[in-house]
């Protein structure tokens, strides 16, 4: 009943870590006992775990046995035989490698029931009745049950439709208490752009499930658990589940939703749900519940994040992450958060069950928490916290023998999970108290819980308002827009909004004699056909032939400057472009048709064209091999359904060399064309290096022509050139 310093805590902890880590080994069956050796095994095979992850992700995706026996023994041919497995299962790989091509469907029909097998550990039958009897069978250890229908995010409605189905279903099934849903397996195509509208369609879906859970036969509810997939999903899936559980039909209704300590952004979020909550309650509304696990989605967030240049949201180190996690239940486990949010603790690492007892202990909570463990992988530590009077809920995928293919994912993140170095699920197969695993397990719960006192949980990614400094490096890819941020999302309606506020203008060339003589006509919104959003004065050929001529004076004095005068005036054009980033989508999009997604990465795209040019000629220059000298004039002339970075790309690597540019654009974009032109000259380009024409084909024949031209840069086919 004392009250322990954070030292005693650590001490406590640490402590009763090493009694749960003796106990559940006691307490394991004769099968995972076995289990565990053959993982202990696997941990120290690198090739035993490579060809485990890829047997696992290619032979249930087969159903026809000749395929599976082929690539069954690809896979032997990378890795060989795994010499971490039991001598039987090396003899019939032997057997496989050697005779598998005389009965290959037959064969292969044994190794996919073999994988089928080895998969039952982690896995549910999918198949209702096979799924009633083991939850039966799971539920009489003295457990509940968490089922989670296996499947990947969908992309069509049928698919979505089905299932939606399959949720039902369970639902129905006796002795499933608990479900896991994931939006994205509910609803198709849903698009942080489109936030609204998929907000919408998520909440229209949770609906349907929420009334399923709700009118039971025996007049209870049963518990509707909202997963939390990737970070893109975070803002719509808590929005979604908030918004449906405020309207009245569900006011009496728990349900649930999982928050990932390895994102900073969950704290923010976790306050806002317990706000709610709290807010909840007194309009007489129940308690929900909150699973905090650790997160699973680590490598996609990272490719995501390097593909788009976005910082990863999650935090750095796994260090950092069981420090967000502590803090997290240190949060969540207070009588007043309890009593509005009930909390699963989901983790296998003893340190963090132990530092979890320990604070219900001295916090004197008698309900509200619980543990949480996946099916197949905690065994005796679930006995141990039953024996301890808590309860357990273990969290368990089903999927039916016809879909194993489904289960791809989850098997081989199972997979990596386990054999991640620095997972304690890796050393605990054969870790003893007071061994070198154990003790690195605990110095990590030690540094953990000081590294919490001092964590940064702030959100990584920046918005588009966010302060940026002027970007003056060697090259690097200009990130696109994260549209995850509702301030990104709201930086650009308000560029869109302007764009479709603007009064009508009148676009023309650089070079004009007469106004008079140039031929109006009209432009073209393909979002609103019927509207003329700004007017066109076509150039003369005596306009055509002006501009030659001032880019021939102009060419001498321009191709005299400094190479690193011209490279630099290339990086002022990119940053004039990444402060215009929001009107020129607005104006692809205007102009062009464009998406936003497609539109945003061409600004990108045209970013890096000014700033490798720049950083490329720079080496260049400063190698003495080389000697270069300029061409003379170039003509750009662009394609129109890459109306910006194309034509950008064009003039800047025609001006950084020392030639002068006359840009030509398609004549369906030339209003974003013109918005180029105009940043390159308030970069501060000298009158008449870079010209704008926009001209019919037959007037701007010279440009093609005239002995004055020296190169044409074009994109397009064969026609196009002739």
Not at 89 to 103: E, I, P
Not at 537 to 562: F, G, Y
Not at 602 to 630: G, K, L, V, W
């Amino acid at each position: 009943e004392m009250q322990l310093n954070p030292s005693q805590v650590n001490q406590a902890a640490s402590m009763i870590a090493g009694l749960c880590l003796t106990l559940s080994k006691h307490l394991e069956t004769r099968g995972e006992r076995k289990q565990s050796q053959q993982l202990s095994q696997l941990m120290n095979d690198d090739l035993g775990q490579l060809f485990s992850t890829l047997l696992t992700d290619r032979v249930p995706r087969l159903s026809d046995g000749s395929d599976v026996t082929k690539q069954a023994q690809n896979v032997l041919s990378t890795t060989g035989i795994p010499s971490s497995m039991p001598f039987l299962d090396q003899c019939q790989l032997m057997g496989l490698k050697l005779f598998g091509g005389v009965a290959p469907k037959v064969i292969g029909k044994a190794v996919r029931e073999r994988i089928r097998k080895e998969a039952q550990t982690f896995l549910m039958p999918g198949e209702r009745t096979l799924l009633a009897s083991g939850v039966k069978d799971l539920k009489a250890g003295g457990v509940q049950v968490n089922v989670n229908q296996l499947g990947e995010e969908v992309l069509g409605d049928k698919e979505a439709q089905r299932h939606m189905d399959a949720y039902l279903e369970l639902l129905k099934t006796p002795g499933v208490d608990t479900i896991s849903v994931k939006t994205s397996s509910v609803c198709a195509q849903l698009s942080v752009l489109a936030f609204e509208t998929s907000l919408k369609r998520v909440c229209t879906a949770l609906r349907v499930l929420y009334r399923a859970a709700m009118n039971q036969d025996n007049g209870g509810s049963k518990l509707v658990m909202l997963d939390m997939e990737a970070y893109r999903d975070l803002e719509l899936t808590y929005q979604a589940f908030t918004q449906v559980l405020d309207e009245p039909e569900f006011r009496n209704l728990t349900a649930g939703i999982v928050l990932q300590a390895y994102l900073p952004d969950s704290h923010d979020v976790h306050e806002r749900l317990l706000r709610w909550a709290t807010q909840r309650k007194t309009q007489g509304g129940a308690a929900v519940q909150l699973r905090l696990v650790k997160g699973a989605n680590l490598a996609v967030e990272r490719i995501e994040s390097a593909i788009a240049g976005w910082a990863v949201p999650i935090l750095p180190s796994k260090v950092d992450v069981d420090a967000s996690f502590k803090l997290m239940v240190e949060r969540a486990m207070t009588q007043e958060s309890l009593a509005i949010v009930h909390l699963g603790i989901a983790s296998h690492n003893l340190f963090d069950v132990a530092y979890a007892l320990c604070l219900a202990k001295q916090r004197r909570i008698q309900s509200g928490v619980h543990f949480e463990v996946l099916s197949g992988m905690a065994g005796g530590l679930s006995r141990v916290l039953l024996g301890l009077g808590c309860e357990v809920l273990v969290y368990s995928p089903a999927v039916a023998d016809a879909n194993l293919h489904a289960a791809v994912a989850y098997l081989v993140r199972r997979l990596d999970e386990n054999t991640a170095d620095q997972n304690f699920l890796r050393h605990s197969f054969d870790m003893e108290v007071g061994d070198e695993a154990w003790k690195s397990q605990e110095a990590g719960f030690l540094e953990s819980r000081k590294r919490s006192l001092k964590l940064d949980v702030t959100r990584r990614r920046k918005s588009r308002l966010d302060p940026h400094a002027t970007v003056d490096r060697p090259f690097q890819n200009e990130p696109d827009t994260d549209f995850t941020l509702g301030d990104n999302r709201r930086w650009l309606h308000e560029y869109i909004r302007n764009q479709s506020d603007a009064k009508v203008t009148t676009i023309q060339s650089t070079v004009v004699k007469d106004v008079h003589q140039c031929v109006q006509v009209e432009g073209f919104d393909p979002s609103k056909p019927n509207t003329v959003p700004y007017y066109v004065k076509l150039a003369t050929s005596a306009d055509i032939d002006q501009t030659l001529e001032t880019a021939q004076v102009t060419l001498n004095e321009w191709s005299a400057l400094p190479p690193h005068s011209r490279s630099d005036y290339l990086r002022r054009i990119a940053q004039g472009v990444r402060d215009a980033r929001g009107q020129l989508i607005a104006a692809l999009m205007m102009d062009g048709g464009k998406a936003v997604i497609d539109a945003d990465s061409e600004i990108s795209e045209a970013i890096d064209f000014c700033t490798y040019y720049a950083d490329r000629y720079d080496r260049m220059m400063a190698n003495q091999h080389f000697q270069m000298s300029p061409r003379g004039i170039a003509v750009i002339t662009p394609p129109w359904n890459f109306p910006f970075a194309i034509p950008l790309g064009g003039v800047v690597a025609a001006l950084v060399t020392g030639n002068t540019a006359i840009l030509k654009p398609a004549p369906e974009t030339p209003y974003v064309a013109r918005q180029l032109v105009d940043i390159c000259l308030e970069a501060g380009l000298p009158p008449g290096v870079l010209q704008f024409v926009v001209a019919t084909d037959e007037v701007a024949t010279p440009l093609i022509t005239d002995h004055r031209v020296q190169t044409v840069v074009l994109t397009g086919a064969t026609s196009t050139a002739q």
